[in-house]
């Protein structure tokens, strides 16, 4: 079965600083893809970022980058200059060889401080 | 401008009855989703399209129903089998299911029995 682990519940961070998510999963297949999703307090799910299992270098979507080392199967999500906008949970989820039907962590809650 | 609707934002319902979700999208996708997402958890699949007339289970449809008539409509029937139906119902829709196919979401459906 595969599995996706988000182990901060909450984090913190000051307005105009970089900060990473954490997410770690697990599976066996060779391919699989890894989305990053934003919810903000409207409760709507934003992508914001993907990384395929065989792409070599990291994603980048503007202040939105994944440290995807495969070894270690991690996807973190890093958030450079933050903005107060940038509060919302995010989710980490992957989908995996077969039906391709992403599976979701249990999400990190960003508050970005001025 | 293209997108998912989902109505109504809001639902309320007293226990033992029946209530339909509605989800409309027009980015001429092929796959559709339900998720449910109860609060500091993730999302979880109930059911999902890839075609039209055709549908699968998800982790859990157990007092759900599905149907998919048209190519733009995957309206989700919550029954009075269902016996925690309160929560936040997202549906979704991708071109295609594969590991390149990031979601899109629509707005939400709160729904809570009285």
């Known amino acids: 079965a595969q599995k996706i682990t988000q182990t901060q519940p909450g984090m913190f961070v000051q307005e105009k600083e970089a900060v990473t998510l954490d997410c770690t999963y697990d599976?066996?297949?060779?391919?699989?893809?890894l989305f990053w999703y934003k919810q903000p307090s409207s409760g709507e799910m934003i992508f914001l970022i993907y990384?395929?299992?065989?792409?070599?270098q990291n994603a980048t979507e503007g202040r939105y980058s994944l440290n995807f080392q495969k070894a270690r199967k991690s996807a973190n999500l890093v958030i450079s200059a933050s903005q107060l906008g940038d509060s919302a949970m995010y989710f980490c989820a992957m989908a995996r060889g077969g039906s391709y039907i992403p599976t979701f962590g249990r999400g990190t809650s960003l508050i970005v401080h001025p | 401008d293209g997108g998912i609707t989902q109505s109504p934002k809001y639902l309320f319902r007293k226990e033992g009855q029946n209530v339909t979700l509605s989800c409309e999208q027009n980015l001429n996708h092929d796959a559709m989703y339900w998720y449910r997402q109860d609060p500091g958890q993730g999302l979880r699949l109930i059911y999902y399209?890839?075609?039209?007339?055709?549908?699968q289970k998800g982790d859990i449809a157990e007092g759900y129903s599905v149907s998919r008539e048209k190519k733009e409509s995957f309206p989700l029937t919550v029954t009075s089998a269902q016996k925690n139906p309160t929560a936040f119902y997202l549906c979704?829709?991708?071109?295609?299911?594969?590991?390149?196919?990031?979601?899109?979401f629509g707005p939400g459906t709160r729904l809570t029995v009285l």
């Open positions: 979704a829709s991708s071109i295609r299911q594969g590991p390149y196919n990031e979601q899109f």
């Open positions: 399209s890839q075609i039209v007339n055709d549908f």
């Open positions: 990384q395929g299992s065989y792409d070599q």
């Open positions: 599976t066996s297949d060779p391919s699989y893809g």
